[in-house]
């Protein structure tokens, strides 16, 4: 057990009882000089090379919590604590055994039936943390309007949705897994939303060709803003004018 933060790339982890973190290859972690070490808890390392040509090889790309930027470890209940120690048991068990042909199998089999577990441990926690994920929405809302209100937009274009998630100060994965568990919408569902909205206001005013509608929104080409208009609101840009135009 230790108590105490991981410093893991940019940010740091909220490291306390029952929690648990992934790191992937080649990452670089750091404890804190607040870090207080007991004799509790496990750490399993295996090489890359190690699953390559099994089953768990080609799922474990699908675990996004190797992927976060060192934002989100999962939080365990005791019950599921006690689940991850009875596999770990497994693990250790076989691993000291006299090595033999059925030896890999069984361990590789013991770490996909962990990473599954941890799987729905994530999917519990996305559940009980919709506070976080309403914050995370309102927060990616508010960064896009400082930037439409700051004038990038028309120097940098559309920002991506990683600058996004870079300024809210979580990972792009996260920010991703987190909206869509929550709203049911994508990052990038959730930006051209925020596009288009601002499209409507905009395409009302008599001032404005839908053209320079679409350069000012960061759109090189207006042919796709109008393609991703009409695909949104089931018309394109000049029906909208038509349809609520002032009179």
């Given amino acids: 057990m230790v108590k105490g933060h991981l410093n893991y790339g940019r940010t740091k982890y909220d490291f ?25 808890g496990f750490s399993i390392n295996f090489h890359e090379d190690f699953i390559k040509g099994t089953e768990l090889a080609r799922e474990i ?11 989100e470890a999962l939080h365990l209940s005791p019950r599921e604590e ?20 059925f030896s890999k199998d069984i361990i590789v089999s013991q770490l996909g039936t962990l990473l599954k577990y941890a799987n729905r441990f994530y999917e519990r ?21 400082a930037y439409f209100e700051s004038g990038q937009l028309l120097d940098k274009g559309i920002p991506s949705i990683q600058q996004i998630a870079q300024k809210i ?19 990038t569902e ?10 409507k206001s905009a395409l009302l005013n008599p001032d404005k060709s839908i053209s320079e509608v679409a350069y000012e929104l960061g759109f090189e080409y207006p042919q796709y803003f109008s393609r991703l208009f009409r695909k949104k609101e089931g018309l394109s ?11």
Avoid: C
């Fill in 16 to 40: 306390t009882d029952g929690v648990l973190i992934f790191i992937g290859p080649r990452q670089v972690m750091q404890w804190d000089s607040s870090a207080v070490f007991e004799q509790r």
């Fill in 61 to 71: 790309k699908k675990y996004g919590f190797f992927s976060y930027s060192a934002n």
């Fill in 190 to 199: 959730h930006l051209q939303f925020y596009l288009i909205n601002k499209a």
């Fill in 125 to 145: 926690q996305f559940l009980d943390r919709r506070d976080l994920s309403n914050d995370l929405l309102e927060q990616f809302t508010e960064n896009l309007d």
């Fill in 237 to 247: 840009p000049s029906e909208y004018i038509e349809k609520f135009k002032m009179n």
């Fill in 169 to 187: 100060g979580v990972s792009q994965r996260y920010l991703s897994d987190t909206l869509k568990k929550e709203t049911g919408k994508t990052t």
């Fill in 82 to 101: 006690r689940q991850m120690e009875a596999i770990v048991g497994s693990i250790e068990t076989e691993y000291y055994n006299n090595p033999d042909e």
